[in-house]
T-cell receptor, first 113, second 114 residues
Framework: GESVGLHLPTLSVQEGDNSIINCAYSNSASDYFIWYKQESGKGPQFIIDIRSNMDKRQGQRVTVLLNKTVKHLSLQIAATQPGDSAVYFCAGALAGNNRKLIWGLGTSLAVNP | DGGITQSPKYLFRKEGQNVTLSCEQNLNHDAMYWYRQDPGQGLRLIYYSQIVNDFQKGDIAEGYSVSREKKESFPLTVTSAQKNPTAFYLC?????????????FGDGTRLSIL
């Protein structure tokens, strides 16, 4: 069945370093992907999205890369800050009218001062 | 400020009791969603509604019910038939009228059993 999963459940980085969080998906019909950040006790917060006709999209300190050949996407956070500590989820939407999101399990990012 | 409001933040349920979780949005979004989140797991879809007076079951609808009488509101009832209701419940909305758009989330309701 469809799945969106993360390569690593936890990631620990030093403040100021760049972080890379990875996500793999199984259904090639997925055409829209979203990264969310979830802090403890709060709902997921939208970070950045990318459509399948793009390979790369940049935001403020964040970049998402999409490799459709190997069904992989990554979130890169530049100059990671303590406030970036959270769980990061990727989600993919299947093309069509339904457009339900399929969610990964999340990666917990810990930023060490 | 536009957004999604979930209430209450914490809720306790007794055995055999139905409880209702509130979700209100002022974003003028047509679509609304209810998810369940358990520790160490991703979000699982309970119910969703793409338009007023219409809703569909998600992947784990058993033991839950919803209504969508108003565009702004999408309450979720956790019935006594849901034997393991302890979880973090998240409501989301989406603007379906502008192509691919992200879902926007409330800050959740944590439900526990007394």
């Amino acid at each position: 069945g469809e799945s969106v999963g993360l390569h690593l459940p936890t990631l620990s980085v030093q403040e100021g370093d760049n972080s890379i969080i990875n996500c793999a998906y199984s259904n090639s019909a997925s055409d829209y992907f979203i990264w969310y950040k979830q802090e403890s006790g709060k709902g997921p917060q939208f970070i950045i999205d990318i459509r399948s006709n793009m390979d790369k999209r940049q935001g403020q300190r964040v970049t998402v890369l999409l490799n459709k050949t190997v069904k992989h996407l990554s979130l890169q956070i530049a100059a990671t800050q303590p406030g970036d500590s959270a769980v990061y989820f990727c989600a993919g939407a299947l093309a069509g009218n339904n457009r339900k999101l399929i969610w990964g399990l999340g990666t917990s990012l810990a930023v060490n001062p | 400020d536009g957004g999604i409001t979930q209430s209450p933040k914490y809720l306790f349920r007794k055995e055999g009791q139905n409880v209702t979780l509130s979700c209100e949005q002022n974003l003028n979004h047509d679509a609304m969603y209810w998810y369940r989140q358990d520790p160490g797991q991703g979000l699982r879809l309970i119910y969703y509604s793409q338009i007023v007076n219409d809703f569909q079951k998600g992947d784990i609808a058993e033991g839950y019910s919803v209504s969508r009488e108003k565009k702004e509101s999408f309450p979720l009832t956790v019935t006594s038939a849901q034997k393991n209701p302890t979880a973090f419940y998240l409501c989301a909305s989406e603007d379906r009228g502008r192509g691919n758009q992200p879902q926007h989330f409330g800050d959740g309701t944590r439900l526990s059993i007394l």
